[in-house]
């Protein structure tokens, strides 16, 4: 019995099934886990006691380590292909999920936060490797516009019906929860997502090491970077986490008012991306 799909999509609906959805859905989880602090940042300081300092710290260990694996990612993606690289990645997620579930302290938090901002660091470039692979470059920008939207539907996710989650559960169960979803997540694009043989005349890769000097010692990358990571960074860390206890603690607002507002910003912010 063959587990792995070999089959090569034939028309857009078999793209669709078999590439665009499972990618849309890890990228779909990749925002959930970014914003869902700002709605849970209450409940995890009054049941671990965690301050202002020690939140920022857990929901800045997700972005480090997000961040720092980008350009070996690269090259990953480069070498392995999206499907092998992702699906792994995603088992590396679900791992910091299911930590983070169990943890009961700030340092077992930012551990398993790490290790999920380790996991979904390929949510998005890994897809962009599959579409390019698998789609003709005049459909990428609108194919990129909507998957762009899954990620904006996530944090959508991530504000009022999150609250409405807590009602049932605690974070605890949440976590643990998107941790099983995660690992099926995985094991989707491992099994259905099919694997591109390499055209024999393709260049070979260049060493990692080599790479990443290029990258590290370009002037456009050092005249780009910083003002995009300052920009988008200070952006998700207001929606991704303080957002949430300013509007509580000096807006005054109730948690489902905060979980609203939230909802609101995001569905903006969605808007904004997809157009």
Aim: aromatic fraction near 14%; hydrophobic fraction near 50%.
């Amino acid at each position: 019995m063959q587990l792995i799909n070999n089959k090569i999509p034939e028309n857009n609906i078999e793209k669709l099934i078999f590439i665009f959805l499972p990618f849309a859905c890890g990228y779909f989880l990749s925002y959930l886990y970014r914003s869902t602090n700002a709605v849970l940042a209450p409940y995890l300081s009054n049941d671990l006691s965690i301050n202002a300092e020690q939140l920022g710290l857990i929901t800045s260990a997700y972005f480090l380590t997000f961040g720092l694996f980008q350009l070996p990612l690269g090259v990953l993606l480069d070498k392995f292909g999206a499907r092998k690289v992702q699906s792994i990645l995603f088992l590396v997620a679900a791992t910091g999920a299911i930590l983070f579930s169990l943890g009961n302290d700030v340092w077992s938090l930012v551990i398993a936060r790490g290790l999920i901002g380790l996991g979904v660091s390929g949510a998005l470039m890994g897809a962009f490797k599959a579409f390019a692979v698998w789609y003709p470059k005049e459909r990428l920008p609108l194919l990129i516009g909507i998957f762009m939207s899954a990620g904006g539907m996530g944090a959508i996710v991530a504000s009022t019906p999150l609250e409405m989650a807590l009602q049932i559960t605690d974070w605890r169960g949440v976590y643990f929860f998107l941790g099983i979803i995660t690992i099926f997540t995985g094991a989707l694009i491992f099994f259905i997502v099919p694997e591109k043989q390499e055209t024999s005349n393709q260049e070979k890769p260049l060493p990692i090491l080599k790479v990443l000097k290029h990258i590290y010692t370009s002037y456009a990358f050092w005249r780009i970077g910083p003002l995009s990571g300052i920009a988008g960074g200070t952006g998700l860390a207001i929606l991704g986490l303080w957002a949430g206890p300013w509007l509580s603690d000096i807006g005054q607002f109730d948690k489902i008012e905060v979980a609203n507002i939230l909802f609101i910003s995001t569905i903006m912010m969605t808007i904004g991306t997809t157009s």
